[in-house]
């Protein structure tokens, strides 16, 4: 018996969050400019970087409705979310004494307020949430993610892709998920976005077609010869490198969608058909519910538009109540519209007789009318669309 106590102490402690505190020399970006300042750089232009209430519009609005939705408070949704979005937040879960404290306004002074609003965790996805990982545990159960699917090294050891780099500000440990096998550490987090209940709604690491593909070239960059560290550590230069951009580009750039779907155009049968194809090995969309592709067919006749055709690709989110709502917060959801990773898909769209050709636009937007309307969300990067194709037939 005691073994056995002794066994889920120890099973508990390993693979329960554990809060490791960073020291403040490693805690934010600018304390790594003086030596990496060209990644640092890359790195904050990124949406990582934006992974905080205060830098992202769509992420605030969400955490406010879905604590007036599930009637948890605002805190208390925070940290739940932090799980991917501030995994070196130093609480990582509420209790039911918490919330009646909530309410009664009296947890002003408490961990949980002091933890959500700490400057440490303003950066989002920053450096010492990635290079602070010792290990990941990639047999655990899929609900286990971001924070509770690694275990950090002590503060001051940076875990990297080289096995011989020593630096004078910070210990240094390489580590195979960020060398031979860095999808891993991508699916901490890009995988099993869930409902407050527990359903999950999107999972790219599922989806996911050729696990040899790494996510890394294609939105950090391939590998450049330049260096890791700009002080002059080789001989009075710095050590020639294979390194990566740390731009983590995706959909919030509008260039990064330009041709990210294959299109072709044919009549047939009285329907102009519209073939999306997807050379990827994830799904488009993907990544976050209530994304959508627009297509938009403009028919003309004598170079005149004579009539308007759209078509969205996008997932609707119900309610208990079959209200629409956010992915967080629902009970269930229409199909799946995307085209599939490695596939293809077809739609078709009446033809107009009247007309003798059309011009066809593919495009992309971060949130669809529903939830923008939902969420109220004011700046325009939500509305906007990216494109992915624009052409004309003729018929
Ligand atoms: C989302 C995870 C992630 C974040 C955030 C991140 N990195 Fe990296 N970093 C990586 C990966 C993965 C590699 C390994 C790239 C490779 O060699 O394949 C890497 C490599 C490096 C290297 C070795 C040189 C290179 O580019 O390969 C340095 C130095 C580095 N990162 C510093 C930083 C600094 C400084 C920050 C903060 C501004 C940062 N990283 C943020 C994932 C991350
Ligand atoms: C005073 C300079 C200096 C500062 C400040 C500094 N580093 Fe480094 N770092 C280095 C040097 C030097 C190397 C080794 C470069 C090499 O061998 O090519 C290095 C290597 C790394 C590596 C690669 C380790 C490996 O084993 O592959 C990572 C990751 C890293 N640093 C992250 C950080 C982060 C994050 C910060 C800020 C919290 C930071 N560094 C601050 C000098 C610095
Ligand atoms: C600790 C969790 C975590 C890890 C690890 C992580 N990400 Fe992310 N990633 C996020 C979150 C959260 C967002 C959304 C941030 C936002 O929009 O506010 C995101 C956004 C992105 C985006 C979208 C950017 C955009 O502009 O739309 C890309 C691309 C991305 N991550 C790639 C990667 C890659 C590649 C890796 C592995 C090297 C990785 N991520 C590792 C949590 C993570
Ligand atoms: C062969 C290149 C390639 C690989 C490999 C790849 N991606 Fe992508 N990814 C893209 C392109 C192109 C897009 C569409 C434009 C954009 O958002 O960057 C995209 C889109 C995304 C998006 C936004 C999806 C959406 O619909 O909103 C996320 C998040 C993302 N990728 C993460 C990842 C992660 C994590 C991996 C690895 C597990 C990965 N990608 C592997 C090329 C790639
Ligand atoms: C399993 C890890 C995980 C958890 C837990 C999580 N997220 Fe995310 N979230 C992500 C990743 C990864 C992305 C980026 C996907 C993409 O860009 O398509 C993301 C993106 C988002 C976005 C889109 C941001 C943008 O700029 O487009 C919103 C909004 C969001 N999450 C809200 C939430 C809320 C609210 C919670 C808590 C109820 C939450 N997330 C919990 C992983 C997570």
Redesign the pocket.
Known sequence: MRVLIFVALLISFVYSAEVVKVEEKYQDSTKCQACHNHLVKDWQHSWHARSYEKNDEYFRASLEYVSKKSHKSLNAVKVECATCHNPRISVTSTSKAYEIDAVLGLDKNSKVNKAVNDTSISEGINCVVCHNIDKIHDNLDASKRGMDRVTWLKSGVMSGPFDDATSPYHKTEARDFMDKNP?KL??VC?ANDHTIKGDMFIN??AE?KDNT???????MSTKKELYAATLRIDHGKPKARQIREHGF?????AS??KD?LHVSTKVEGGDLVITLKN??????????GS?EIVLDVEYTSAAKVVSKESVSLTRHYLNKYKKPTIAHTSETSSADE?VPAKGEKTIRVKLNKSANGANVAVS?R?VNDEVRGLLELKEPIWSQKMVIFKGAVKF
């Open positions: 999808n991508c699916f890009h790219m690491e996911y593909q790494k996510c890394v070239v294609c939105h580009s995706g959909a919030h750039t990064m969608w990210a050379d990827l090995p994830h799904n488009l969309p993907s990544g976050f994304r995307s992309y971060l």
